[in-house]
């Protein structure tokens, strides 16, 4: 984990106004991704929570100035300590069979997908393990105003650089078409040739 180096007069105001620059469906599809509670979670979340206590807790908690390698300006981060039920729901591609089957996710509209895999217990345990601590990234909107990217209990990882539309070429009509990789399935392997090195971890389990 790395650690706060830099001053700002009030950063729990900063972030606070950076929740409020958020448009509204865009934060509570944040806070869904980090609810147990909520069919939407996936990757690192908050145990026994529905999105409104993520809400919530998000707002109360105390925030202070944060650097880490994954995040670069314009955007920056601040940090919660001693936060209550984090669980890290990510992991390293390289440390996972390529053999599972992963679903690429841009539900953020970014731009990019991420991969998301449907996890066992045996997989979970590896890597679900507790935090107690909560990342906020925020940044300049068109605007230019701060707003919210993400928040997840634990430290950030390097953002995908995969592409979401792409032009691939087509062996039955013999020519390039466009394709949206949102939704898409395929193994971890191929997915892992194609740039992939983190995957977001869904327990199979985890809203039944």
């Given at each position: 984990?790395?650690?706060?180096?830099?001053?700002?007069?009030?950063?729990?105001?900063?972030?606070?106004?950076?929740?409020?620059?958020?448009?509204?469906?865009?934060?509570?599809?944040?806070?869904?991704?980090?609810?147990?509670?909520?069919?939407?979670?996936?990757?690192?979340?908050?145990?026994?929570?529905?999105?409104?206590?993520?809400?919530?807790?998000?707002?109360?908690?105390?925030?202070?100035?944060?650097?880490?390698?994954?995040?670069?300006?314009?955007?920056?981060?601040?940090?919660?300590?001693?936060?209550?039920?984090?669980?890290?729901?990510?992991?390293?591609?390289?440390?996972?069979?390529?053999?599972?089957?992963?679903?690429?996710?841009?539900s953020?509209?970014?731009g990019?997908?991420?991969?998301?895999?449907?996890?066992?217990?045996?997989?979970?345990?590896?890597?679900?393990?507790?935090?107690?601590?909560?990342?906020?990234?925020?940044?300049?909107?068109?605007?230019?105003?701060?707003?919210?990217?993400?928040?997840?209990p634990?430290?950030?990882?390097?953002?995908?650089?995969?592409?979401?539309h792409?032009?691939?070429?087509?062996?039955?009509?013999?020519?390039?078409?466009?394709?949206?990789?949102?939704?898409?399935?395929?193994?971890?392997?191929?997915?892992?040739?194609?740039?992939?090195?983190?995957?977001?971890?869904?327990?199979?389990?985890?809203?039944?």
């Amino acid at each position: 984990m790395a650690t706060s180096t830099y001053e700002d007069p009030d950063p729990s105001s900063i972030v606070h106004a950076a929740i409020q620059n958020t448009p509204k469906d865009y934060w509570e599809m944040i806070c869904a991704s980090r609810a147990d509670k909520d069919p939407r979670c996936s990757g690192s979340y908050f145990r026994c929570f529905d999105k409104t206590v993520v809400d919530k807790f998000m707002r109360r908690v105390s925030w202070e100035p944060y650097t880490h390698e994954a995040v670069k300006a314009p955007a920056r981060a601040f940090i919660a300590r001693y936060t209550t039920n984090g669980i890290i729901g990510v992991g390293y591609a390289q440390g996972c069979d390529p053999s599972i089957e992963i679903t690429f996710d841009d539900s953020k509209n970014t731009g990019y997908v991420e991969a998301i895999v449907e996890a066992n217990d045996e997989l979970f345990d590896k890597n679900g393990f507790e935090v107690d601590f909560t990342v906020m990234i925020v940044g300049p909107d068109g605007d230019g105003r701060e707003r919210v990217y993400t928040f997840h209990p634990g430290d950030p990882i390097e953002p995908s650089r995969l592409k979401r539309h792409v032009v691939i070429y087509d062996d039955t009509s013999m020519r390039a078409v466009p394709h949206d990789r949102h939704g898409r399935k395929m193994r971890l392997g191929l997915a892992m040739e194609l740039g992939v090195k983190w995957v977001k971890i869904r327990r199979q389990d985890q809203h039944t």
